[in-house]
């Protein structure tokens, strides 16, 4: 599944409605008062998390949105009516960028909603200033205005496992062969040009695009790339056997998380060989030596696509990591 990751938005709160000079009539007493009420509060803005990872599709033509102004308020002592709030919807993982304050809204928790602009106030009517000294008002107040900004909207990935590596690792037949997710498969430089997400019981797998040496300094497409793996709980990273220094691969990859930051290079990691059919086992068995005794890593496993068991193995074991994971 392919989808817009970024948009810019215009987004303004509603509008105080004015307070009003009115008079009380009453029968002989044409005007016995101020009756002039407050205006309402204009509309507040909220960012509400959803489920729906390609639902920024919605803002693909449509970039300004407005809450409703307060009403002007009545006679009698009457207010007017509140605008109503407007109820933004992203989807989960979204980071909204006010860029006239900077501040930021992250968006984790579904159905949860955020407010992100105020509304204005209401101004007041002339019933408000009534005194003893004063029995006849003619302030009134307009009502203030709601908070506007343009807002820098971009989803960042949220997903359990992140699958990493060079291109034609093998990322998008695994993501196929542990989920549903149809992703497809090429043997060239950028087939994925975005995510594609699976469903492996409840745990949410990403086929990050391949990375390439020089990604992390925004080489070809890497950089917009390596964003989606911020919010990636565990990487799955994948070397393909058809390689002649494997490790050498793994080396460049890591070092691309490094360079990029923010934490990529301290996220849980597995290695994945891919295309172990490529090699005899002997030489298999050594390959994983060396990486174990290179990295540091006891979590390295192979696979190939044209034996289901050796992915339903990985799949086993991956799926016992996750469960341990998420009950510490």
């Known amino acids: 599944m392919a989808f817009l990751d970024e948009v810019k938005l215009h ?35 909220y960012a509400e998390t959803i489920s729906d990872l390609a639902y920024l599709e919605f803002y693909k033509h449509k970039k300004n ?8 308020g009545g006679n009698l002592g009457k207010d007017g009516r509140n605008g109503k709030d407007l109820i933004l919807k992203f989807p989960r993982g979204t980071v909204l960028k006010n860029l006239f304050t900077d501040e930021e809204f992250e968006l984790g928790e579904i159905g949860k909603k955020i407010l992100i602009l105020k509304g204005g106030s209401g101004g007041y009517g002339n019933e408000h200033f009534k005194s003893s000294t004063n029995t006849t008002p003619l302030e009134w107040t307009p009502g203030k205005k709601g908070e506007v900004a343009d807002f820098y909207v971009e989803l960042r990935l949220f997903a359990d496992v992140g699958l990493v590596g060079f291109p034609s690792a093998g990322k998008s037949t695994l993501l196929n062969s542990l989920t549903n997710a149809k992703s497809k498969v090429g043997e060239y430089h950028f087939t994925t040009l975005d995510p594609h997400l699976g469903d492996m019981y409840g745990y949410i797998i990403a ?4 990375i390439i040496q020089g990604a992390s300094s925004g080489r070809g497409l890497g950089y917009k790339f390596l964003k989606h793996i911020r919010r990636t ?16 691969d793994y080396e460049i990859v890591r070092g691309e998380l490094l360079n990029y930051g923010e934490g990529l290079d301290e996220k849980d990691e597995l290695i994945l060989l891919t295309k172990s059919d490529l090699v005899e086992k002997d030489e298999l068995d050594k390959i994983i030596a060396k990486f174990r005794n290179k990295v540091g890593n006891d979590m390295i496993y192979s696979i190939t696509a044209y034996d289901d068991e050796s992915i339903k193995k990985f799949k086993s074991i991956l799926i016992k990591f996750l469960g341990k994971k998420h009950k510490v």
Request: hydrophobic share 30%; no cysteine.
């Open 65 to 72: 949105f407005y809450a409703e102004n307060g009403i002007p």
């Open 11 to 45: 987004i303004k709160a509603g509008d105080g409605g004015d307070g009003v000079v009115r008079w009380r009539h009453e029968k002989f007493k044409p005007k016995s008062g101020p009756g002039g009420g407050d205006g309402g509060n204009g509309g507040d803005v």
């Open 207 to 210: 086929d990050i695009p391949g």
């Open 233 to 248: 709980d565990t990487i799955v990273h994948l070397i393909s056997l058809e390689s002649k220094e494997p490790i050498l």
